[in-house]
């Protein structure tokens, strides 16, 4: 028989503003790797193991592991669940298993994780091309095949290798569709009222901004003298109508969440995307991470408005902070103004769209008032929804510190993007102020909030604001009040299976 390639999404806690439903979207970037691999390595067996989709434990997931005897181990996942892939790691070796790491998170802690004797490979950026390259080495078990391979890290004789840079794939159509068929594709979504039929699904990868405190630019951006430069490439309209046409028709699914770091990017792709999916007569509902001065653009040129004919429901804008200094403190490029304007446009345009604008707070300087400062700008932006986000320090941004590196992972859970006063370089000050905010600010643009939680027109928008309200007040009585009183860890939840 032939030996066992085996990626693998072990137990892991669930996000308080999920519900148990939605929690976790397919693992593409292991569907687009398996993908490749089973098309260049028919010498390899490729299997992917999703645990959480199927609510498997880590008693489960033991048992299968020990079962399926896989020759390699492919691990990939946030900061916050750290613990759970060295946990897995350390499962794998029990079987004799060889370990490769990738992602946004273990790319940039390379020579930490390798010290740790768990992990054999990490693979840095983009890696479908290295996947073969590396599933053909691993064969070799050779120090001379690794180092072979562009774009790892791995030990030779104690000391931490890292190859050489690989290129970005130039054409995203020339990949192979992802293997849909190796995921549980009938779990994601299941029984969900918003998102039924879940698929997740990129038409770039990517991103024109740089934004100092987010890791999806660098781990897609192009390598310019010795140094990751923001860089953004697309697929074609024909290309996302056949990945679409599968997923619709091969797996039921029913609504595409796009992975996108700027899913309207390109002023046309989304809009020509659109009236395909019409002509197709494809009804489905979409959400995405856009960007405020490209919806103004899209408003006036009326792609926006065939976006959103073409199923456009739920999109997430990064407003990040209420001035201009401190938008270009963190290096962002959109405005005030132009966030004023997007969400204006949205609320008196497209009121079926439910919006959520993001903020970020804990930057160098901040001070009560500016936490102050920012709960009020989420009010008077006319948005369905605010999150507030603690910066977090996550490996490759400027906020990293090598001394925040834990060989247990334990301190990664709180990298959750979470209030909490136990995370790295928090202050309590300014979480007390937001703390605060939610009991004793109110406007009167927070109470037109709660009048269209109750009485909106759109009853999908309506039944969203309403559960993520609930899961808002719910996680500042139990959250933040339980963080900031009694010093007990902020948010995740750990579901009843999480160990069966």
């Excluded at 790797?33 to 390595?41: F, G, P």
């Excluded at 660098?218 to 990945?243: D, H, I, N, Y």
Aim: aromatic share 10%.
């Amino acid at each position: 028989m032939k030996e066992l390639f085996l990626f693998v999404r072990p137990p892991r806690p669930l996000w308080p503003f999920n519900g148990p439903a939605s929690s976790f979207w397919p693992p593409l970037a292991f569907a687009s790797l398996a993908a490749m691999l089973r098309q260049h390595n028919p010498a390899w067996r490729v299997e992917i193991l999703d645990a959480p989709a199927l609510k498997m434990g880590w008693r489960t997931l033991t048992a299968e592991i020990r079962s399926r005897q896989p020759a390699v181990v492919a691990l990939g996942e946030e900061a916050v669940s750290c613990a759970e892939c060295l946990r897995l790691a350390r499962l794998a070796k029990s079987v004799g298993a060889q370990v490769i790491a990738g992602g946004c998170f273990f790319g940039h802690v390379a020579p930490q994780v390798l010290l740790t004797g768990l992990v054999d490979v990490v693979a840095h950026g983009e890696g479908e091309q290295t996947i073969v390259e590396l599933a053909e080495a691993l064969r070799e078990k050779s120090p001379a095949a690794l180092a072979g391979v562009a774009g790892i890290s791995f030990r030779r004789d104690g000391e931490v290798v890292r190859t050489r840079q690989r290129p970005l794939i130039k054409n995203l159509d020339d990949l192979p569709m992802p293997a849909w068929d190796l995921l549980p594709m009938h779990c994601y979504g299941a029984d969900s009222r918003n998102h039924p039929g879940l698929a997740a699904i990129e038409s770039s990868r990517g991103c024109f901004d740089a934004c100092d405190f987010c890791v999806l630019w660098r781990q897609m951006g192009s390598f310019v003298a010795e140094q990751t430069r923001p860089f953004v490439r697309f697929k074609s309209v024909p290309r996302l109508v056949e990945e679409i046409k599968i997923q619709t028709r091969d797996f039921g699914r029913r609504h595409l969440g796009w992975v996108d770091p700027c899913y309207n990017a390109h002023p046309l792709l989304p809009a020509e995307l659109a009236e395909a999916l019409l002509r197709e007569d494809l009804a489905l509902s979409m959400s995405a991470w856009v960007r405020a001065d490209c919806i103004v653009r899209d408003a006036r040129s009326g792609a926006l408005a065939r976006q959103v004919r073409g199923g456009l429901q739920e999109v997430y804008i990064g407003v990040e902070r209420p001035d201009g200094d401190g938008l270009q403190a963190v290096h962002k490029t959109t405005t005030i103004p132009e966030v004023r304007e997007a969400f204006r446009l949205l609320a008196r345009d497209f009121p079926e769209v439910f919006t959520l604008g993001t903020f970020i707070y804990g930057l160098p300087g901040d001070t009560p008032e500016t936490v102050r400062a920012i709960f009020r700008l989420s009010h008077e932006l006319e948005m369905s929804q605010p999150f507030f986000i603690p910066l977090t320090p996550l490996p490759g941004t400027p906020f990293w510190r090598d001394e925040f590196w834990d060989d247990t992972g334990e301190s990664f859970r709180d990298f959750n993007f979470l209030p909490s006063a136990t995370r790295p370089g928090s202050r309590r000050d300014l979480e007390w102020a937001l703390l605060t905010a939610f009991v004793t600010q109110w406007p009167a643009a927070r109470f037109r909030s709660y009048w269209h939680m109750l009485f909106d027109a759109n009853a999908r928008r309506r039944r969203m604001m309403r559960r993520l309200t609930a899961r808002s007040a719910w996680f500042v009585l139990h959250g933040m009040a339980g963080n900031l009183l009694a010093g007990r860890r902020a948010g995740m939840i750990y579901p009843d299976w999480y160990e069966s």
